[in-house]
């Protein structure tokens, strides 16, 4: 394989990890202390109607397409070394 290509793809794949690393740190916790025991807040059930328009759920998108970015360059590099 070609050493430059193989090095543009590893720094692309450091890259995109550490992406995704961030993208995973801006998500909100799926359990919030005492609220996940009591059914969750009023302001949760208001907003529950735009879900899929709110920040974590574009957030959770852009982690998903990461994931799977980062997966097709590792098993790329994997191939052609």
């Known amino acids: 394989m070609n050493?430059?290509?193989?090095?543009?793809l590893t720094i692309l794949s450091v890259i995109v990890g550490v992406v995704m690393i961030v993208l995973i740190l801006?998500?909100?916790?799926?359990?919030?202390?005492?609220?996940?025991?009591?059914?969750?807040?009023a302001a949760e059930t208001?907003?529950?109607?735009?879900?899929?328009r709110s920040l974590d759920?574009?957030?959770?998108?852009?982690?998903?397409?990461?994931?799977?970015?980062?997966?097709?360059l590792t098993a790329?590099?994997?191939l052609l070394s």
Request: proline fraction near 2%.
């Open 3 to 8: 050493p430059t290509l193989q090095l543009i």
């Open 26 to 41: 801006l998500q909100n916790s799926k359990s919030e202390g005492l609220d996940a025991y009591t059914g969750g807040s």
């Open 57 to 72: 759920a574009k957030l959770q998108k852009m982690t998903v397409g990461t994931a799977i970015v980062f997966f097709l």
């Open 76 to 78: 790329v590099l994997a």
């Open 46 to 52: 208001f907003f529950g109607k735009n879900k899929g």
